[in-house]
């Protein structure tokens, strides 16, 4: 049974990148290791027949590997939602951008001014390629 509320898990704040990979990483090594440990009691349970301690020790190890399973696609699905929040707000941030660059077209004396007295270092910008457009 997991600590965790209905629908969270463990890894609800891993988040992406580097963390993300690292937990998938370990979830799946230890998904390996726990269907070599259910392949080894299926062995012993052919071998020597149905024990009490044999069924319920595959009965453990299902129900783990169900959890890792069920972990795995709680990662996949927290970098889905993760790359959804972004486009969301890369929207929102355009157009908010928007909104400012008109502004400030309309008033340059007064928009440069503002921008003196909000910007502590001169801004920089890099133009990137982003599918296929460059921007």
């Not at 783990?64 to 696609?73: C, F, K, N, S």
């Not at 928007?98 to 007295?117: D, E, M, N, T, Y």
Request: net charge positive.
């Amino acid at each position: 049974m997991s600590a965790h509320p209905p629908g969270m898990s463990r890894l609800s704040n891993i988040g992406t990148g580097a963390a993300a990979d690292k937990a998938r990483a370990e979830i799946a090594g230890q998904l390996g290791d726990v269907r070599r440990q259910l392949d080894n009691l299926v062995e012993g349970l052919a071998r020597t027949g149905a024990s009490a301690k044999l069924t319920a020790a595959i009965r453990d190890r299902e129900a783990r590997q169900g959890q890792l399973e069920r972990e795995l696609a709680d990662l996949e699905r927290c970098e889905q939602l993760s790359h959804t929040e972004v486009e969301r707000l890369e929207v929102l941030v355009r157009e908010k951008v928007s909104g400012w660059r008109k502004l400030l077209q309309r008033h340059v004396p007064q928009a440069r001014q503002i921008l003196a007295k909000v910007l502590r270092e001169k801004l920089t910008f890099t133009p990137e390629r982003r599918r296929g457009q460059q921007g």
